[in-house]
């Protein structure tokens, strides 16, 4: 019996409704306007929230361009932290200048019906903790398996992998919902922590609305590639400058180009300037609009996952964006992005070697094997709609909840998973 009464004390109390709204609160260091993939992942969540007859109110950090404080009616509040020479909240020190005020933030929160937590696991942590205290139920969106991702970062000591693991595992293993962006994920966290009825695959997607074939291209000189997304060691994005020098010995005009920010950018600027590559532009992170207008005038959109890292489960975003314009993508390496793009005709799907890239990206050039655009766009609205993916995920935030509202229907063309 004691047993028991200890077990009921550590759940969330399910609280009764006064006829108010539920007051969902989402705690992530970047959001909108952010020119990131999780940002408008989590924009689009909230306005799933809404839909479903939720109060939102987001704690994020203060954007480049944005200020300090509340703003529309998403009550929105954002705090200053530690960015990077790239303006991002990237690292340990920028992620704890964000944690260590969300922990006051998070308890400040009046009323408080249910939490919704972004990675990285230290804002998990921060977050598990605090619902723990205000008795309420927590979802951690699993858009990424952080402690793999550390393995593959050259120089990371071990107590530190250790320590990231441990934390993610114990954020899963306690929040009442996990929700995963593909198979490859689910199945990841599932080997770490075992089945569980709180994962839920919820996929992953693009603004099908921002991305799409109609409207201006970028009216760039030439034939060109592009590489829009981050650029790290997991990537392994190198191989498309090594494909590229083939390349061009055949198509002088051709352009490779790089919007880019990560870890491994600056590396990739040091090969660029120390092997005399022309036609290789890196240039600075875009807003999503952008990103489409260039996508829509490329020969393909690129892709790549750095094989045995352990992160072939991956789903890059940037394949989307390229097939919701109605661009092809190349894809280097293998994994479950190889199998999308070969198994439903979105490009070409290669091994992460500079021949096979470049066979592919002169194929592109000449058209040959290009899927049409309208199969392209048709099966990224039907497929990988973020709208779509964020309706999934606020129906099983809110239904943890007593008394909640039915989330509203998906949007026209978002109603099945990526699969």
Not at 135 to 142: L, N
Not at 146 to 173: H, N, Q, Y
Not at 365 to 381: C, K
Request: with cysteine.
């Amino acid at each position: 019996m004691r047993r028991d009464r200890a077990a009921r004390r550590s759940r969330p109390t399910r609280r009764r409704r006064t006829g108010r709204a539920p007051h969902v609160v989402l705690a992530s260091r970047v959001y909108a306007p952010e020119p990131v993939a999780a940002a408008f992942r989590l924009e689009a969540l909230v306005d799933a929230l809404e839909r479903g007859g939720a109060d939102v109110t987001v704690l994020t950090s203060i954007a480049p361009g944005t200020a300090r404080g509340r703003s529309g009616d998403r009550r929105i509040s954002r705090w200053p932290v530690r960015r990077d020479a790239q303006g991002q909240v990237r690292g340990y020190l920028s992620y704890l200048s964000f944690d260590v005020p969300l922990a006051l933030r998070l308890l400040r929160q009046r009323p408080l019906d249910a939490l919704v937590l972004e990675p990285p696991p230290t804002t998990g942590l921060v977050g598990m903790i605090a619902a723990a205290l205000r008795r309420v139920p927590f979802t951690f969106y699993a858009a990424d398996v952080w402690a793999d991702a550390t393995e593959s970062v050259a120089g990371v000591p071990r107590i530190v992998r250790a320590l990231v693991r441990g934390a993610e595992t114990t954020v899963w293993r306690r929040a009442a919902h996990v929700l995963t962006i593909s198979p490859g994920v689910q199945h990841r966290v599932e080997q770490l922590i075992g089945p569980r009825e709180s994962l839920t695959m919820v996929g992953n997607g693009i603004d099908t609305t921002t991305f799409t074939p109609d409207g201006p291209d970028a009216a760039e000189a030439g034939p060109y590639f592009v590489y829009a997304g981050t650029v790290s060691e997991w990537q392994g994005a190198d191989i498309f400058l090594d494909a590229f020098a083939t390349v061009q010995a055949r198509h002088p005009a051709a352009r490779l180009l790089f919007f880019s920010e990560g870890s491994g950018r600056q590396a990739l600027a040091r090969r660029v300037r120390e092997q005399g590559l022309t036609g290789v532009e890196l240039r600075e992170k875009i807003p999503p609009r952008e990103v489409a207008a260039q996508l829509r005038g490329a020969v393909a959109g690129l892709s790549s996952i750095t094989p045995g890292q352990g992160y072939e489960f991956a789903l890059p975003t940037k394949i989307y964006a390229a097939t919701a314009t109605g661009t092809p993508v190349i894809h280097a390496g293998d994994g479950a992005a190889h199998e999308r793009i070969r198994d439903h005709q979105l490009g070409w799907a290669v091994p992460h070697d500079a021949e096979a890239v470049a066979a592919a990206m002169l194929q592109a050039l000449a058209g040959e094997g290009t899927p049409s655009g309208e199969h392209l766009r048709a099966w990224t609205v039907e497929h990988a709609s973020l709208a779509g993916c964020a309706d999934r995920a606020a129906q099983a935030i809110l239904a943890d909840l007593p008394s909640s509202p039915t989330a509203a229907p998906a949007p026209p063309g978002s109603a099945s998973p990526a699969a």
